[in-house]
């Protein structure tokens, strides 16, 4: 094993014990990094100076050159915070004499506002999800949106989910995020009820097909077989739903999530409040809605208003 590829994995080993990032995270910055270590000339010369840390990122801002596509902006920008990291870490740690990262910029985030639906979309779109003639398949996609909307979870947050995690009588949900960060979220009576009609009809028959006492109560959401509902397949049950209320092209998971925060802000929900619901690590992020609320407000004036 080279010396460059000993410091990548004692920087991932810090990442996990130290700093206690997710396993998705750690992954991708793995996957960086490793394309970082694959490239010409990088296993030679990388610590030696800055040069070819800022070559490699120059080379992969490329983008429509046949054969070099590069890499999109939110992509790029996280290549250059995994090498700035791992350069950090690596001068802090006494294994390299010149402080790289001092010399690495990151690239300005885009600030593209998240796609929402109106209040009487979202509406659609859970009708459109189905389980009112108690059909298992129906429930589970229905009890799954009500959730995602109910609580703006992410996609994985939700599928991550055990039955004791949910709790009925306190109306609220047990939510393990990004950075393993847990926090308690309110659900709304409408997603409670849909959740026990599912909890309380297929998913115990379900359950009973692993013959098996499940841990923490087994998996909120199951699949077929009894096994925890994968995150496609999940994918799969809003994109469905999408599609029957004409916003096919509009609507993905984190759709609900965007919505469930505009909605709240637009409700006068305090801007806090939001951003620990939704379990952001910085209230910059949940700004972002703001943005999007000011954009329905002139929308909402511009067509109101008689002199507008």
Do not use: C
């Amino acid at each position: 094993m080279g010396e460059l590829q000993t410091t990548i994995d004692g920087y991932l080993t810090y990442l996990h014990v130290e700093r206690g990032l997710a396993p998705a995270t750690i992954r991708a910055y793995r996957s960086d990094l490793t394309d970082f270590a694959a490239a010409r000339g990088v296993s030679r010369a990388w610590s030696a100076s800055a040069e070819v840390a800022i070559d490699y990122l120059a080379a992969r801002t490329r983008r429509g050159r046949r054969n070099d596509p590069g890499l999109a902006p939110n992509s790029l920008r996280r290549r250059a915070a995994a090498l700035k990291g791992f350069y950090r870490f690596a001068y802090g740690e006494g294994l390299i004499s010149v402080d790289v990262a001092a010399h690495i910029d990151l690239p300005r985030p885009s600030r593209l506002l998240p796609e929402t639906l109106t209040v009487s979309e979202t509406e659609r779109l859970l009708d459109a999800a189905g389980g009112e003639d108690g059909d298992a398949h129906g429930l589970r996609e229905r009890a799954l949106l009500e959730l995602l909307y109910a609580a703006g979870l992410r996609i994985s947050e939700a599928i991550g989910l055990d039955r004791e995690d949910l709790s009925t009588d306190g109306a609220f949900v047990r939510v393990i995020g990004k950075g393993d960060k847990e926090r308690l979220v309110p659900v709304g009576d409408i997603a409670l009820d849909w959740l026990a009609r599912w909890v309380e009809g297929p998913r115990a028959a379900l359950l009973a097909i692993g013959h098996v006492v499940p841990g923490r109560g087994g998996p909120l959401f199951l699949g077929q077989r009894g096994g925890r509902l994968a995150r496609q397949q999940a994918w799969t049950a809003v994109k469905r739903a999408a599609a029957r209320a004409g916003l096919a092209e509009r609507v993905s998971p984190h759709t609900l999530r965007h919505s469930f925060a505009t909605h709240l802000l637009e409700g006068g929900a305090d801007l806090r409040i939001v951003q620990e619901l939704l379990g952001h690590a910085s209230i910059s992020t949940t700004q972002l809605y703001t943005h999007l609320t000011g954009e329905r407000i002139r929308d909402v004036y511009s067509r109101a208003h008689p002199r507008a």
